[in-house]
């Protein structure tokens, strides 16, 4: 794969606090990216060192395989990047002249600006709003115009800060499903930032958490929302499932983990005796279908939350445990909770 | 009340007869006030801009010092210039004192710091994150500069209109660096004190007609230009 983006060693300082400890991190063609965290985790700080908009107090950038330093060959980066960002900050003038702004800035002839305008305003459904300003568009609408607005440069590598979170479910949905077409058809080297861990597997081919501006786990989007490297990720990812035990045996493929009164067969080999945390996500428990002779447990519901497509139960196992199922269960009813070994994961 | 009405009086026939007095002192205050309201444009929009988008050590005293500036009474402006420029002064080789020229550079005194802060407050009033997502677009530095001056431009000519009412609102400095010397260095505003001063109403009320007319109309193209709206067929 070749290398399109490398970060070295790279730090930002404001008011003598670290926002961004980057020791090494690399891009690749064609990859899709996606940047995870909490609010304040320097995640948009990452992007825009990336996208070359900030400048880091230490460390290099590289942009295939050449290090960049400040000056003329940034804005000739730039203008091979384009980003999309949470607010759409478009000028007061028509959305043909929103969309066409990139491609001004590149000097294209007029009529190759016509060409790519139309196109990428047919592409995302707004030829019509064409002539309108673009301050009177709706949220949605305008979201659509900042996207047509940084695919019609066609950029080598796509920046996305955010840029559903202030839609509505179903345009945020739908504009999600036309964006992911576009970049797989075009094979854009995508970078996006989300809080939203639901886009991740949808959108992503590799997923970084970031906490207090660093990097604290990448892998492939299943590996990171199944397996969190520690509690913090796991509660960050929505793990509501998070309990201390320690191990009591470990044989073959399997460990045993007393948490309080409870003991879970785990797959794996851990240290017998060892103190650990375990995480489990609350949609991979089963109620009422025993699969397994092992961590099956009998419980009462506590609590039922109903988050409208699913409900999210309160179960007292021994200890309490989230579980989200789409089965009418009642508040007092008793009930089994099965957890497959293969989904329990150990914090290491 | 006699006083005021036979004021009207010679106003109307001083305006009708097209007096060349009248003439000469609307155009030399047309001249000063329009090169003092460029100049301070001029001095005041980069300034602004710069201020606006650059941080830099001692900028919240450089920014204090800019709005100080744009209440600084003319005549302490006047003054001022009038010392730098006098013959002994350490501009006096220049001999502009008692001149258009000196009264264009304390008008401009008077006007840049208007300009400039209310510039800066134009740009201030984007949103921070403008400049981040024109360069995101490719823009470089100038365009950036050129998008931002064009999204503040409503904001940015009340700042010309202002700069241009401190301009030709302005009695005290003209006064006292331009002489008041008749058919050389009399603008509009030392002609009405002179003729009040005289008690000569009548003329005093036709100069601040033809005033109160300059400035209504200058102003009125510029708000027309502000209040313009692209629209792209």
Request: glycine share 8%; aromatic share 8%; charged share 20%.
């Amino acid at each position: 794969m070749i290398e399109v983006l490398r970060l070295e060693k790279i730090k930002i300082n404001k008011s003598k606090n670290t926002i961004l400890d980057i020791p090494d991190f690399k891009v690749f063609q064609g990859e899709r990216v996606a940047i995870i965290g909490p609010n304040g985790a320097g995640k948009t700080t990452l992007l825009k060192v990336l996208a070359f908009l900030e400048e880091p107090c230490e460390g290099e950038r590289y942009f295939c395989g050449e290090k960049i330093a400040n000056g003329k060959r940034q804005l000739w980066i730039r203008r091979k990047m384009a980003a999309v960002f949470q607010n759409p900050l478009l000028l007061d003038m028509s959305v043909y002249d929103n969309v066409a702004l990139g491609l001004y800035f590149r000097k294209f002839p007029e009529h190759d600006v016509k060409t790519k305008v139309g196109y990428w305003l047919r592409t995302l459904g707004i030829y019509n709003l064409r002539n309108q300003n673009a301050r009177d568009l709706s949220g949605g609408e305008a979201q659509r115009v900042s996207i047509a607005r940084a695919l019609c440069v066609e950029p080598e590598i796509l920046f996305l800060d955010e840029p559903f979170s202030y839609l509505d479910a179903p345009t945020r949905e739908n504009l999600l499903v036309e964006l992911k077409t576009i970049v797989d058809e075009r094979q854009i080297t995508t970078v996006f930032v989300t809080h939203d861990f639901t886009e991740i597997p949808y959108l992503a081919t590799k997923t970084c958490v970031m906490l207090n501006g660093k990097i604290v786990q990448a892998g492939m989007p299943e590996q990171v929302l199944y397996k969190p490297s520690s509690a913090r990720v796991a509660k960050f990812l929505g793990i509501e499932n998070i309990y201390e035990g320690r191990v009591m045996a470990s044989t073959g493929d399997f460990s045993e983990i007393l948490v309080d009164n409870l003991l879970m067969k785990v797959k794996g080999r851990c240290e017998i005796g060892r103190s650990v945390k375990i995480c489990i996500r609350s949609e991979t428990i089963l109620i009422n279908e025993e699969v397994n002779k092992s961590n099956v447990f009998k419980g009462e519901v506590k609590e039922v939350y109903y988050k409208g497509s699913y409900n999210k139960l309160d179960v007292d196992i021994g200890i309490r445990i989230k579980v989200s199922t789409t089965k009418n269960i009642e508040k007092g009813q008793k009930l089994t909770v099965a957890i497959p070994e293969d989904k329990i994961h150990v914090i290491n | 009340m006699n006083a005021i009405l036979d004021g009207f009086k010679t106003a109307f026939v001083l305006l009708i007869s097209g007096d060349k007095e009248v003439i000469q002192i609307t155009w030399l205050t047309l001249k000063v006030c329009g090169t003092a309201t460029l100049l301070s444009v001029l001095i005041g929009l980069p300034t602004g801009i710069f201020l606006a988008l650059h941080d830099f050590p001692l900028k919240k005293i450089v920014v204090t010092i800019v709005n100080t500036g744009m209440g600084l009474p003319p005549v302490v402006v006047g003054l001022w210039v009038a010392l730098l420029l006098w013959r002994s002064g350490p501009f006096g080789f220049l001999n502009i004192i008692y001149t258009p020229t000196a009264i264009v550079i304390a008008q401009a005194v008077i006007a840049s710091p208007i300009v400039t802060g209310l510039s800066m407050a134009a740009i201030q009033q984007l949103d921070p994150n403008l400049p981040i997502q024109l360069k995101a677009l490719g823009a470089s530095n100038l365009q950036t500069v050129c998008i931002l001056l064009k999204e503040a431009r409503l904001s940015l000519l009340a700042a010309v209109i202002a700069g241009f009412g401190g301009v030709i609102s302005e009695v005290g400095a003209a006064l006292m660096v331009g002489g008041n010397i008749k058919g050389y260095s009399r603008v509009l505003t030392t002609a009405i004190r002179l003729h009040v001063s005289r008690g000569e109403f009548g003329y005093a009320i036709a100069l601040s007609i033809i005033l109160m007319l300059l400035s209504f109309t200058i102003t009125y193209i510029l708000t027309r230009v502000q209040q313009r709206r692209t629209i792209i067929d």
